[in-house]
Each structure stands twice: as structure tokens, then as C-alpha cells.
């Protein structure tokens, strides 16, 4: 079962700018949890060593929702990556919420326009919460609550 961070990374791929942060918050935990110790840190967060964790400070891999999962698991450590990602994935959804969705979505048909205009809806959202700004979902809420006034 995908997590709330698996759901948000297999919507909105990162930017360059993004994979920056999360690998500079990855040294920040690996430096405060572990010494500096990439090995110490692997091991902290369920690995046998720190080989991944390495090749993810080195720039050879991307900090993925596996990674960030793992951390955020780890003792003391729950919501490290918060404020680097998409509120999609930072938002405590619930799983049986995300199946939900994903099945509603999954039985859309094909290139039909609710797909699309909901394909739009979730870029849309992204893009808003990537550059910062209001996503598209808070501004349907917010005619939401213009409407129930």
C-alpha cells in the first residue's frame, strides 16, 4: 500500500531545485543523527550500511519516498522531510483515503474529460505548491466555503 509520500512522488516527479533540498535535509539528519556517519545513519534507519545513504549525499542517487519513509519511521525523526515536500505528502492521508481516490481516479475512462480536467486539478496543485503559491485545491476550497456562506 502506497504511503502519503509513495502517492505524491508518483503525481509530481521533483524539479532539480527540489532534489537539492531533500539531499541538503538528508546530510542535516545524517550530520545531527549520526555524527556525520553515513553508515551510522543507514543503519539508524533500517539499512545494513550507509552505501544508499552515500550515494544519495553524493549526488549519484535521488532522495526518494523510500528513503524519506525510513526517516521519517526512525526515532525522533518523524516529519524530517515535511517541509520539502508537496503538502499532498506531507498531509497525514489516510491509506484507506488514498485507495479511495486512486481507485476512483483508475476507473475514469480513459482519456475522458474528468480525467483530464482531474489530471489538471493534481498538476495544477502541484505547481502551486511548488512555486510556493496557492494550490489549486485551496482555492477550491475556498469557493467552497464562498458557496456554503
Not at 23 to 35: S, T
Amino acid at each position: 500500500m502506497p504511503s502519503s509520500a509513495r502517492y505524491a512522488f508518483s503525481i509530481v516527479r521533483s524539479t532539480p531545485e527540489q532534489d537539492e533540498r531533500l539531499r541538503q535535509r538528508l546530510q542535516e539528519a545524517v550530520d545531527k543523527f549520526a555524527g556525520k556517519s553515513a553508515d551510522r545513519f543507514g543503519r539508524l534507519i533500517g539499512y545494513t550500511n550507509g552505501g544508499y545513504v552515500r550515494e544519495c549525499l553524493n549526488k549519484i542517487k535521488p532522495v526518494r519516498e523510500t528513503l524519506i519513509e525510513r526517516v521519517h519511521a526512525a526515532e525522533g525523526m518523524g516529519g524530517w522531510f515535511d517541509g520539502e515536500l508537496s503538502p499532498i505528502a506531507a498531509a497525514d492521508i489516510a491509506d484507506a483515503d488514498e485507495q479511495a481516490l486512486l481507485a476512483a481516479f483508475r476507473a475514469l475512462p480513459p482519456g475522458s474529460a474528468l480525467r483530464r480536467e482531474v489530471l489538471g486539478y493534481v498538476r495544477g496543485a502541484a505547481a502551486g505548491a511548488a512555486s510556493g503559491g496557492a494550490s489549486t485545491d485551496q482555492h477550491h476550497r475556498g469557493q467552497a466555503q464562498a458557496k456554503a456562506a
